[in-house]
């Protein structure tokens, strides 16, 4: 499985952006989802999503702020992001597990097996 995020970027404060995950090969992955890096600091979880059934979970510090969504006829995650704050600034990677993770693993990186490249989001002040 190889996964290709883009739409990172530079925005102000308060701007959206919209970053998407193309999956190719053969994916059965029952999450999909999306996790950060700031420099300095630890890779943290973000958002997840079932591929079936589409049931989500956010991290304290981006709900009501960030949606993830999905379309598995493209084999495609979404996260928009909007109300965008400096401490939003980070690598933004897509990530997808092997189809063994149960729920209240889901949002554990070590649970991902596939991960994309990362795309930049930093967000100005």
């Known amino acids: 499985v190889q996964l290709q995020a883009s739409g990172g970027g530079l925005v102000q404060a308060g701007g959206s952006l919209r970053l998407s995950c193309a999956a190719s090969g053969r994916t059965l992955s029952r999450y999909m989802g999306w996790f950060r890096q700031a420099p300095g600091k630890e890779r943290e979880f973000v958002a997840i999503i079932k591929r079936s059934g589409g049931s989500t979970s956010y991290a304290d510090s981006v709900k009501g702020r960030f949606t993830i969504s999905r379309d598995n006829t493209k084999n495609t995650v979404y996260l928009q992001m909007n109300s965008l704050k400096p401490e939003d600034t980070a690598v933004y990677y897509c990530?997808?597990?092997?189809?063994?993770?149960?729920?209240?693993?889901?949002?554990?990186?070590?649970?991902?097996?596939?991960w994309g490249r990362g795309t930049q989001v930093t967000v100005s002040s």
């Open positions: 990530a997808a597990d092997s189809g063994r993770t149960i729920a209240p693993e889901a949002t554990n990186s070590a649970r991902y097996d596939y």
